[in-house]
């Protein structure tokens, strides 16, 4: 069954430095998000991109972070200088399209900013 | 997009229906319930969505009332595996994001 696959599954990254989370979404979808989980709170939406544009952001979505698709396949989210606060889980997740499609999440990768 | 109304916890044995509800009352025409589970820290996990009609997969039933105001997912039986928090979230016909709230901590026991 495709599923959504990220990497890594944890990072560790010292305050002030650029981090790149990549996940590669399932090959026929064209609709691709990230959201976080910091520990014990609920997801939360980041930003969705389709067609090679943002769609739609949250207010998490400062101009620390950016998002790319550099190729066919892979999705990426930077984050350019990380603070103690960014520390939590990730996750990528895509669809083939709008509701009532179903997004499919991707397994996190789980960010600690030391 | 409608809030919903979860109840925070939820106890079941295994083996037995899980019924979990959900209240969206002010739920509009174009918007679906959808259904994610979250195993610990795990990616949320899709289970079934609709818009008024019941809908059953290989994973569970939803049950939507005629009024659309509330609904209830239903687990037929229950397996240890089937512990995680649920999230019951309506979304707008042709959006995209979902809306996380707290869901449902559901725990199964032997």
């Known amino acids: 069954e495709p599923e959504v696959t990220q990497t890594p599954s944890h990072q560790v990254t010292q305050m002030g430095q650029e981090v790149i989370l990549r996940c590669v979404p399932i090959s026929n979808h064209l609709y691709f998000y990230w959201y976080r989980q910091i520990l014990g709170q609920k997801v939360e939406f980041l930003v969705s991109f389709y067609n090679n544009e943002i769609s739609e952001k949250s207010e998490i979505f400062d101009d620390q972070f950016s998002v790319e698709r550099p190729d066919g396949s892979n999705f990426t989210l930077k984050i350019r200088s990380t603070k103690l606060e960014d520390s939590a889980m990730y996750f990528c997740?895509?669809?083939?399209?709008?509701?009532?499609?179903?997004?499919?999440f991707g397994q996190g990768t789980r960010l600690t900013v030391v | 997009d409608a809030k919903t109304t979860q109840p925070t916890s939820m106890d079941c044995a295994e083996g037995r229906a899980a019924n979990l509800p959900c209240n969206h009352s002010t739920i509009s025409g174009n918007e679906y319930v959808y259904w994610y589970r979250q195993i610990h820290s795990q990616g949320p996990q899709y289970i079934i969505h609709?818009?008024?009609n019941n809908e059953t997969n290989e994973m569970a039933s939803l049950i939507i009332t005629e009024d659309r105001k509330s609904s209830t997912l239903i687990l037929p039986h229950a397996t240890l595996r089937d512990t995680a928090v649920y999230y019951c979230?309506?979304?707008?016909?042709?959006?995209?994001?979902?809306?996380f709230g707290t869901g449902t901590r559901l725990q199964v026991f032997p």
């Open positions: 979230i309506v979304r707008g016909y042709n959006t995209d994001k979902l809306i």
């Open positions: 997740a895509s669809s083939e399209g709008l509701s009532p499609t179903e997004a499919f």
């Open positions: 609709g818009l008024k």
